[in-house]
Structure formats: structure tokens, C-alpha cells
């Protein structure tokens, strides 16, 4: 996970914008509709050049998103749609699968299943008719610290779960021994701690080289 830096620094972020063009969608609708998308890029971009945020880029949504998210490596990445933004959340997504970075998504969307999408997505905060220049600061605050807090707690998980699973690898190391040298598990742990610390291993290290041994020669 790609963290963003400290306060000091300048979050560098990139904008996503659907594709739209002057007149698409057919006439006057159409040329509206490219009016208001040009009006809510303005405003964002107002509030985060006054908020002193780094705009790293503006990119459409189009197939080469993910491949350009992965060159700019952004702190955070905003998505601008006022409608429906499922298709720019799955190329999101794939840009993020390795490397989670807090995603806010400012819509006109308000459908409880578009929000419950965008969340099961990873969207850090879903803003609906909230796209003015005074509120991207605090909306952004906001969203950065829950992703924080998000990944403090997949890494604390994380952790457990590396934990529980280093200990599997050892009670299994330890049988092995038990059973081989007729040990106590007492003296077992001892065997493995000695082996360990003369190679200068962790001890899950030298138990899975002993139970990957084992299953090799059955």
C-alpha cells in the first residue's frame, strides 16, 4: 500500500473525469451536459489548487486508466461523476488491487446501490451534491483519515493472521522433532530456537525449512 506522505508534503493526486464531449447525448441536453462536467472540473480544481494540494493529473475514464495510475502513483485518486461512476470504479479498482490508495468519489448520484457498490469498491468517501470549491478540503481531510484508519486496521489483521500462521508452522516444526528424537515439546522448541539463532533465521523461517524438508521426502 502506497502511503500517503506526511502533512508537510503535498498530497499528489489524480482527478478522474468521465468522458464527455460538447453536443454528446444530442443537442442542447448534450451541450449541458458537457457545461455542467466543465463547471464541476473548474470548482474542483479551484479547491484543490487553494487547498495546496498537488494535482498530479487529469485523466479520463477510459481502458488506459489503471496503466496511468500505476505510472503517476498518486496519493489519492478522486473520481468526478455525476452520474453513475460503476464503470470508472472497475478501472479504479484494478489500478488499485496491489497498491489501496483512499478514492473519493463527488456524484449527483444518490441511489443506496451505487453508494453500497462504491463502498464494497474501496471508496474512502461518497460525496453527493457536495462538488464546491470550499468543501474538497475538508471532505478530503476527512476521507484520508478514515482510509488511515481503514489500513491500520487491514494491517493490524494482517499481522494476527501472519502471526497464527508462523505459530502453525512451528507447533508442526516442533512435532516433527518430538516425534524424530523422541523430544518433550519443551526441548523440541529449544532445538528450534538454537537452529535458528546459529543461522541467524527467524524461528517460523527454520520451522517451515524443516516441514518443507519433511514434505518433500514424505
Known sequence: MKSPGPASVPLRIVVVN?????GAGGGTEGDAAFAEQARRSAALRIGLLESG??????????VFLPERILQLQPDMIIVDSESDARDILEHIVIATRDERRPIVLFTE???????????DAGVSAYIVAGLHAERVKPV???ALA????????LDELQGTRQKLAERKIVDRAKGLLMERYRLTEDQAYQRLRSMA??????????????????????
Open 53 to 62: 494540494y498537488d494535482l498530479v493529473a487529469s485523466l479520463p475514464a477510459d
Open 109 to 119: 448520484d444518490d441511489a443506496q446501490a451505487s453508494m453500497d457498490a462504491a463502498i
Open 197 to 218: 539463532m546459529n543461522k541467524n533465521m527467524k524461528l517460523a523461517e527454520i520451522a517451515q525449512r524443516l516441514v518443507d524438508v519433511e514434505d518433500l521426502l514424505g
Open 18 to 22: 468521465p468522458v464527455t464531449h460538447p
Open 140 to 142: 478530503l481531510d476527512v
Open 146 to 153: 478514515r482510509f488511515r484508519r481503514e489500513q491500520k486496521l
